[in-house]
């Protein structure tokens, strides 16, 4: 099986999650909190004392934090390191947190040292290890599920490029006497397409190069329909900057030509927009547009299923969320994307 460029960069990409972001940093606090709560109730129970959990919950966040702090910091140095290299660094700085966690209740406390370091070793080790197998092997589970969206999208290929390869042949065929330019003009068109379609999945590309590649699509289609297929793309400067997986957005654009436009005698207009929209401080979010007229008798949507291969191979290269909206009202079928952008 080809590799993807998401599953590549995600092989890459550490299996240590990023823990200084905020938003980590906020459910770190807050399991640290639930896990003193926890353990003040087993070790207290009816005799559950405010002052004993403040003290457990400040040696646990001061461990945590410690740890998320030398995570950080070793995620940054160790992306070619060995795993074993790894996870005895980041155990090494936990268990140093623990002793200076223990020599500050120790203070506090009027504790020996022995009585507070044992305890405190002891949960840095519980801590550290649970958290680092967890990391890993949720990093294990996106490559497995990087690879199975690859492998549902090259079958979505199989099935759907002869019967487009097809059509635009017989298009070609007719134009090759009457007007040899425009059947020139369409061959290359056709090389372009599969050539990208030989190498969808292996590599992010420029929004801006995915909006041609749709428009040398239309042009192809152009060919058999005629004026009664107009389109119109608006996109920004900023959004076309943005990357995504090859071919993301011609099947939505195969879609709204073969399920809308093609099944009106007198056609109709493709719409495409693209932008950046701010979402916060300092989120953004890419959103993009496609609409295309529906032929009146039409009673559904069908099956969605190539924006939701859209969706989902968008979502594995972005760890941020996608989503996917659907919408069919007065004769037109919008379909709208929104991805949340880290910085690229």
């Known amino acids: 099986m080809v590799s993807t460029a998401s599953e ?43 002052v004993s959990f403040g003290q457990r919950a400040l040696l646990i966040l001061w461990m945590v934090l410690i740890g998320c702090l030398l995570a950080c910091f070793i995620r940054r140095l160790s992306a070619n390191w060995p795993l074993w290299t790894v996870v ?17 209740q120790m203070l506090v406390t009027g504790e020996s040292l022995i009585d507070a370091l ?24 996106r490559l497995r599920s990087l690879r199975l969206k690859q492998a549902e999208f090259e079958l979505l290929q199989a099935r759907i490029q002869p019967h487009f390869l097809f059509n635009t042949l ?12 425009q059947a020139e003009g369409a061959v290359l068109d056709l090389a372009d397409l599969m050539r990208s379609s030989l190498n969808a999945g292996q590599k992010l590309i420029p929004l ?3 909006i041609e590649l749709c428009e040398k699509y239309l042009q192809i289609e152009h060919l058999r329909m005629g004026d009664r297929l107009q389109w119109d793309f608006v996109v920004s400067e900023e959004a076309s900057l943005v990357h995504i997986p090859s071919l993301s957005l ?13 099944q009106i005698s007198e056609g109709g207009e493709i719409r495409l927009s693209a932008s950046v929209a701010a979402r916060g401080k300092d989120a953004r979010t890419l959103v993009i547009n496609v609409e295309n007229p529906l032929p009146a008798e039409s009673a559904h949507l069908g099956n969605s299923l190539a924006q939701e291969n859209v969706a989902a191979r968008l979502q594995a290269s972005f760890s941020a969320p996608v989503s996917l909206s659907l919408k069919s009202e007065l004769g037109h079928y919008l379909v709208e994307i929104s991805v949340a952008l880290n910085d690229q």
């Open 170 to 181: 017989n298009s070609i065929a007719s134009l090759i006497t009457t007007k040899p330019d």
């Open 118 to 141: 044992v305890p405190s070793q002891l949960l840095s080790a519980l801590i550290g290890s649970v958290s680092l197998r967890f990391f890993y092997l949720q990093h294990q589970q």
């Open 208 to 210: 801006a190069e995915e």
């Open 250 to 262: 011609q099947p939505i654009v195969e879609n709204a030509v073969l399920h809308g436009v093609s």
């Open 88 to 104: 005895l660094t980041v155990m090494l700085g936990i268990q140093l947190a623990g002793f200076l966690g223990a020599w500050g």
């Open 8 to 50: 590549s960069n995600a092989s890459k990409a550490h299996w240590l999650p990023d823990l200084c972001r905020a938003e980590a940093l906020f459910w770190v606090t807050l399991l640290s909190v639930v896990l003193a709560v926890i353990l003040e109730l087993l070790i207290r129970g009816a005799n559950f004392s405010l």
